[in-house]
C-alpha cells in the first residue's frame, strides 16, 4: 500500500477513536451539569443524547471532509507531519465544540434561574463609608489625645465665636 493510504488509514482510526472517548466521557460527565441546567432529569437524559448524536455528525463530518489532501505523501516523515495537522485539527475542533455546548447551556441555566428568582437584584442605594488603612507606626484604635471634634481641636471661645463650635464669621459666597 501506498505511504498516503496508511496515513488516512490511521488518521482515521485515531480521529473516530478520540471522537468516541471525548464523545462518552462528555456523554457521561455532562449529564450532571444538564440536570442542573434543566431542572428535569428525562429531559436532560434525552438533550444529552441529541447532544451526542450532534457531536457525532459534526466531528465525524469534519474529519471526513478533512481527510483529503491533494499533493502526494512521499516520505513517512511528510506522512507523520501531516497525519499530526489532521489529528491537531479534529482536537481543536473536540475542543471548540465542547466549550460551545458548555458555554451556550450555561447561558440558558443562567437565564432559568434569573426567571424563577423571587425577586430581581436591586442597584446599590450608596456606599459604606471607607475607614483608611493603618499606616505603618500608627496604632490601631482610640488615641488617648485625640479630639472628640472631626474637625480636629475644640474652638476656643472668642470674640466672633461665642464659644460654639462653627459659630465664627462666615465668608460671603463668591462673586459671580
Given at each position: ?13 485515531i ?6 472517548w ?40 469534519y ?82 489625645h ?12 472668642g ?18
Open positions: 500500500m501506498d505511504t498516503k493510504v496508511w496515513m488516512y488509514l490511521v488518521y482515521l482510526a480521529s473516530i477513536g478520540l471522537t468516541i471525548v464523545a462518552r466521557a462528555l456523554s457521561r460527565n455532562g449529564l450532571v451539569f444538564l440536570e442542573e441546567v434543566f431542572a428535569d432529569e428525562r429531559l436532560a437524559k434525552a438533550v444529552n443524547s441529541l447532544l451526542v448524536v450532534g457531536f457525532y455528525l459534526l466531528n465525524l463530518g474529519v471526513t471532509v478533512a481527510m483529503r489532501h491533494p499533493d502526494p505523501v512521499r516520505t513517512t516523515s511528510g506522512a507523520m507531519e501531516e497525519l499530526s495537522l489532521k489529528v491537531g485539527l479534529v482536537l481543536l475542533v473536540l475542543g471548540a465544540l465542547h466549550f460551545f455546548n458548555v458555554f451556550a447551556l450555561n447561558r440558558y441555566r443562567r437565564g432559568r434561574l434569573r426567571q424563577f428568582a423571587t425577586h430581581p437584584p436591586l442597584a446599590p442605594v450608596g456606599q459604606l463609608p471607607m475607614t483608611p488603612a493603618p499606616h505603618a507606626g500608627h496604632p490601631v484604635g482610640p488615641q488617648p485625640a479630639s472628640p471634634y472631626a474637625g480636629g481641636p475644640r474652638p476656643q471661645p470674640p466672633a465665636g461665642g464659644g460654639q463650635p462653627g459659630a465664627g464669621p462666615t465668608a460671603a459666597p463668591p462673586a459671580r
